[in-house]
């Protein structure tokens, strides 16, 4: 073997199952048992959790690191689309690359393997963003996976030439399309457009969807008819759904059941909307958080994700995911290990369905991407913000963390 990682526990393992040691070979997975009998180089996990890398599934490196540069606004009157939109113009491609190197470092220092990327193509960016996070997919493929989803921010028909930009965008390798229909002035007929391009190019969409103040005009519905119209179940996701949490528990299940039977999944991003969500009132205000576990308990397949770092509309951020799975945690109220369980499967297995990975996970074959965290169960990493210990990328060590130490007198 090429090396051997030992002593480790697994997620699928029941609590109390001894360590076991995980072989890799040739940047893959070679061998999953208890005492590994081969020889090789060898990283003592010292029975700690692992995982096989967490997933970023909703990030918007393109505009992350511009707080900074963001006039002030009234708490009330918030938006984040006139603070960012100025500032577009200023946006080089090497300033794009240079604040999306720091956040994307910041993410796999933090254990995330794989990611999809949101990007703006608009007249005022250019192909800009689209430029400058494609120079990172090559450089940082040592260290994760990247695919870019590329939409339009501030409008596609009311905004002349972000169609054709989608359209360069898409021929030029972008895999997923998406859309913000809130900000269009016919948000239907962006969302049958985004359809319309989905087909025509063969990918996979996700979309910016149904946040706001009350539940009226939500377009999950039109979402789920177009997927269910076009058969593109599995290959379609809505990231927000912030109206959701507006909506008593049995109209959300039957919204969820909708969305099961169609296959439409669901991002859920906490610290956006936490912090966007409820500012038309000045006390007992709203969370604005959908509840996933809900969702899942209807079978639709969600995930939990960052969405922006250090910007207008969330303006702060570390980029550690375990730290945004206890954030949710906490605002949905969540105490109990299975459901604290599901959070964690929400940055790993349910997100690799989401993003439709099909070489993902602890089987022969899979590639070597192994995160080992400092804790021995999902539910104890996310109730405790679990630091990585180490990370690993097609077998070969990307990240180690240095655990503090106490000095005592």
């Not at 695919?147 to 997923?176: H, I, S, W």
């Not at 006390?283 to 899942?296: F, M, P």
């Not at 105490?335 to 993003?355: G, H, I, K, W, Y």
Request: net charge negative; proline share 5%; aromatic share 4%.
């Amino acid at each position: 073997m090429d090396l051997i990682i030992r002593n480790v526990r697994l997620a699928d393992l029941p609590r109390g199952h001894a360590p076991v040691d995980i072989g890799i070979e040739k940047g893959r997975i070679a061998a999953i048992e208890t005492k590994l009998s081969a020889e090789g180089a060898v990283y003592d996990a010292k029975g700690c959790l692992a995982c096989p890398g967490l997933i970023e599934t909703h990030i918007h490196l393109d505009k992350s690191r511009i707080i900074e540069r963001c006039a002030p606004q009234e708490r009330r009157t918030l938006s984040p689309i006139v603070s960012v939109a100025p500032l577009k113009g200023g946006m080089s491609v090497e300033d794009v690359r240079t604040r999306a190197a720091r956040t994307l470092e910041e993410c796999i220092l933090h254990g995330t393997t794989r990611m999809r990327t949101q990007v703006e193509v608009d007249p005022g960016m250019g192909m800009r963003g689209f430029e400058g996070v494609e120079s990172l997919i090559a450089d940082y493929k040592w260290a994760i996976d990247i695919e870019m989803c590329v939409f339009p921010q501030e409008g596609l028909t009311n905004y002349p030439g972000t169609d054709e930009l989608l359209v360069q965008a898409l021929k030029r390798g972008a895999k997923v399309v998406g859309g913000a229909p809130r900000y269009d002035t016919d948000g239907v007929r962006q969302i049958e457009r985004i359809f319309e391009l989905a087909r025509e190019f063969d990918v996979d969409i996700d979309m910016h969807l149904d946040v706001g103040h009350t539940p009226e005009g939500m377009y999950i519905h039109l979402v789920r008819e177009l997927t269910e119209k076009y058969r593109r179940g599995g290959r379609v996701v809505v990231g927000h759904m912030a109206k959701l949490s507006l909506l008593p528990p049995a109209e959300v299940a039957k919204i969820a059941r909708s969305l099961a039977d169609a296959g439409v999944a669901v991002t859920v991003l906490p610290a956006t909307d936490l912090f966007l969500m409820g500012r038309d009132q000045d006390h007992n205000v709203r969370r604005g958080v959908a509840d996933a576990n809900l969702l899942l308990a209807h079978g639709v397949n969600c995930s939990l994700s960052s969405n922006n770092i250090l910007n207008p509309a969330t303006p702060y951020g570390d980029c550690s995911l375990i730290r945004m799975a206890n954030l949710y945690a906490n605002v949905i109220q969540l105490d109990r290990p299975a459901q604290l369980r599901e959070c964690f499967d929400m940055l790993t297995a349910s997100s690799a369905r989401v993003l439709n990975l099909k070489d993902y996970g602890f089987a022969a074959g899979n590639p070597a991407d192994v995160v080992i965290l400092n804790a021995e169960t999902p539910e104890q990493a996310i109730a405790e913000i679990s630091r990585p210990q180490a990370v690993f990328k097609n077998g070969r060590q990307t990240v180690k963390w240095h655990a503090p130490e106490l000095l005592r007198p």
